[in-house]
């Protein structure tokens, strides 16, 4: 584990303030990231082969919006599902 303790806790404003080094370890655009956000942290089985964008509906139904909403504000849904540009 390269991170020291206490990290897990601070990343998110880290990872806001500077995206790009965590791409060296973690994937292009930080694809890495998905397995815990979008799988282990909401108990949903993700499928590295299939892009996040396409899994999903399929959670948004398993799991319910509001596992999503630990994270997201519904606001960031309606960035492309209000105005369309899907
Ligand atoms: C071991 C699980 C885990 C890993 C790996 C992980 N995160 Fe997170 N992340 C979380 C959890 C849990 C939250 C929810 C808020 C919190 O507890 O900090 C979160 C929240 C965030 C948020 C804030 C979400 C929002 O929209 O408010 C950002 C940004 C973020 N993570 C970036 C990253 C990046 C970039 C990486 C990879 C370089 C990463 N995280 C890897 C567990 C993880
Ligand atoms: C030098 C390589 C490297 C860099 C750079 C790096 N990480 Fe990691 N990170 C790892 C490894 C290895 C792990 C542990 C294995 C795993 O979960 O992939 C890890 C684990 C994590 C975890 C889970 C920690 C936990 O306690 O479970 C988070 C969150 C995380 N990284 C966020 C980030 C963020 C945000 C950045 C950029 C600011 C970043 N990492 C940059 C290699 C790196
Ligand atoms: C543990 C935190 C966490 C949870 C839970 C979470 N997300 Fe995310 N999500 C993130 C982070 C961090 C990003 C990437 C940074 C950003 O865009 O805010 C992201 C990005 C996304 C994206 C943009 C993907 C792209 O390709 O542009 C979508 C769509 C998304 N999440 C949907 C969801 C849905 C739907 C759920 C619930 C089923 C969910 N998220 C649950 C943290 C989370
Ligand atoms: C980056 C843009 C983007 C974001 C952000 C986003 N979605 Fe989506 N969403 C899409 C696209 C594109 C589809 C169609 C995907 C397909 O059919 O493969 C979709 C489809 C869905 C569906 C299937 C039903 C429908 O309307 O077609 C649900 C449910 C859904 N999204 C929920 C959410 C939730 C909840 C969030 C926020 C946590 C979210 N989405 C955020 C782009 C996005």
Do not use: L
Not at 5 to 20: C, M, N, Q, S
Not at 56 to 77: I, L, N, R, S, W
């Amino acid at each position: 584990m390269p991170h020291p303790v206490g990290f897990k806790a601070k990343h998110d404003t880290i990872a806001r303030k500077y995206p790009k080094s965590c791409e060296t370890c973690h994937g292009k655009g930080n694809e890495g990231c998905n397995s815990c956000h979008h799988g282990t942290a909401m108990d949903w089985t993700y499928d590295p082969k299939v892009p996040w964008k396409q899994q999903h509906p399929a959670a948004v139904q398993a799991k319910g919006a509001t596992a999503c909403f630990e994270c997201h504000d519904p606001t960031y849904c309606a960035r492309c599902h209000v105005r369309g540009n899907q």
